[in-house]
C-alpha cells in the first residue's frame, strides 16, 4: 500500500468513524457518560479478560463514576477480531485487544503488539513511551479513528504446545498452528500452516485435531485453558511473542470530546494496567509452571538449535517486508532504532545480571 492510497483509505475511515460516531454516541445523562469496551478475550480470563475488567473499573473510579466502562467479552456484542471495527465505526466506544490481530487494516500494528524477535516488555515500554513509538501509532490508529494506548503486558511467551516432538526443522513442515501475527508468517515461511484464532477457539480446535499445536500465552494463562489435558509436549521460548503488549482503543470521536483531566485519567488508567498485569503473570507463572509439569506430567522442552537458527534467519526477513508504506517504514525504522539501543543496554544490564545470578542460585 502506497502513502496516497493508504491517506485515502485513512481518509474514509476517519470520516466514515466520525458520522458513526455521531450515529452512536455514547450515552450521556446529565453530564454523565456511559461507554461500552469490547474485548477480544473469553469472559472473565484471567490476567487479559480481568486485566481488561479492570481499566474499565479504573475509569470509572477515578471519575467517580460520572464515566462509567461497560465491558463486553469476546462475542457478547461483537466477536473477538471485529473489536477494532466497532470502535473504529462507533458501534462500541472502546476496545481491549492485542494489536498484530488488526494487521489486516495495516501491518504495522504489527509494532504495538509483538513481533518476532521484537522488544522485551520494558523495551516496548521504553519505544512507545520515550523514544517516539507512541507519536507513530498515534498516526496510525487516527487513520482508522481511533486513539490507542498501551494497556497490559503479558511479558515473554511460551513456543507453544504440540501434538508431537519437535526434534528438526522438517518436524515443522506441515504442521498446522495456532499463531497470530507476524510469527505465523515466519512458520509459513519453514513449511508450517499458520492459523489466527480467538482465545475460546483454541481449545476445541486443538482437541478436534483441527490443528496440532498452539501457542497462547505462558503457563499462567495456559494452565487456565487446560491445553495439557491434550497434549504433553510444551515448548520453550517463544521466537514470536518476546513481550506482548496489549492496548486500549477509544474511539477518536469519543477521545475528541474528553477534557483535558479525563483524557488523562483514560491515559493513566491504561498505563496502570501494564504494570499491574506484567506483575501479575510474573508472580503467577512460576507456580503454573510446576503445577503442569509436576502435577500433570507436562513435558518441558527447549526448542533444538537448528529450529532456532532457521526462525532468526527468517525473522527479520518478515519483520523488514511488513513495511510496505511509507507508514510502515517509519515504523520499522523507529523499532529498529529501539531494538539496537535499548538491546545493547540490555544485554549489560538485565541479561548479564540474570545470567550471573542463574549462576549463582541455581548452578
Not at 469496551?37 to 479492570?54: D, E, I
Not at 492459523?195 to 475460546?200: F, K
Not at 526462525?311 to 539496537?340: I, P, Q, T
Request: glycine residues 12%.
Amino acid at each position: 500500500m502506497d502513502r496516497r492510497s493508504f491517506l485515502k483509505k485513512a481518509g474514509l475511515a476517519t470520516a466514515g468513524g466520525a458520522a458513526a460516531s455521531t450515529l452512536a454516541a455514547p450515552a450521556i445523562a446529565q453530564g454523565n457518560m456511559e461507554l461500552k469496551m469490547v474485548t477480544t478475550w473469553p469472559k472473565n480470563f484471567p490476567g487479559l479478560g480481568t486485566g481488561a475488567q479492570r481499566v474499565a473499573d479504573r475509569i470509572t473510579a477515578m471519575t467517580d463514576g460520572r464515566i462509567t466502562v461497560k465491558l463486553y467479552a469476546a462475542n457478547e456484542l461483537v466477536p473477538a477480531f471485529e473489536s477494532f471495527d466497532a470502535v473504529s465505526t462507533g458501534t462500541a466506544d472502546l476496545y481491549h485487544g492485542a494489536e498484530y490481530y488488526w494487521q489486516g487494516k495495516h501491518k504495522a500494528f504489527n509494532f504495538f503488539a509483538a513481533v518476532p524477535l521484537g522488544l522485551t516488555a520494558a523495551e516496548l515500554d521504553a519505544w512507545i513511551n520515550h523514544m517516539g513509538g507512541q507519536e507513530l501509532w498515534d498516526e496510525l490508529s487516527a487513520g482508522f479513528n481511533v486513539k490507542s494506548f498501551i494497556a497490559g503486558n503479558t511479558g515473554v511467551q511460551m513456543g507453544g504446545w504440540f501434538n508431537k516432538e519437535i526434534n528438526s526443522l522438517e518436524d515443522l513442515k506441515g504442521l498446522k498452528m495456532r499463531i497470530p501475527g507476524l510469527g505465523g508468517e515466519v512458520l509459513r515461511r519453514l513449511g508450517a500452516t499458520a492459523v489466527s484464532l480467538p482465545g475460546g477457539e483454541i481449545f476445541p480446535s486443538l482437541q478436534s485435531g483441527a490443528i496440532d499445536a498452539t501457542e497462547w500465552v505462558g503457563p499462567w494463562n495456559d494452565l487456565a485453558f487446560g491445553f495439557y489435558k491434550i497434549t504433553k509436549y510444551y515448548y520453550w521460548p517463544g521466537f514470536h511473542e518476546p513481550g506482548s503488549g496489549l492496548s486500549m482503543g477509544i474511539n477518536k470521536g469519543v477521545w475528541d470530546k474528553l477534557s483535558d483531566s479525563d483524557k488523562a485519567i483514560f491515559a493513566g488508567a491504561a498505563h496502570a494496567e501494564t504494570n499491574m498485569m506484567y506483575s501479575e503473570f510474573n508472580a503467577n507463572n512460576g507456580n503454573a509452571l510446576d503445577t503442569l509439569v509436576n502435577k500433570h506430567g507436562v513435558t518441558l522442552r527447549e526448542f533444538p538449535e537448528d529450529v532456532w537458527a532457521a526462525v532468526a534467519k527468517v525473522c527479520d526477513e518478515v519483520v523488514d517486508e511488513s513495511a510496505d508504506d511509507d507508514m510502515g517504514k517509519r515504523v520499522l525504522e523507529s523499532f529498529h532504532k529501539a531494538r539496537n539501543n535499548v538491546g545493547r543496554w540490555n544485554d549489560i544490564g538485565e541479561k548479564a545480571y540474570l545470567n550471573a545470578r542463574s549462576k549463582a542460585l541455581f548452578g
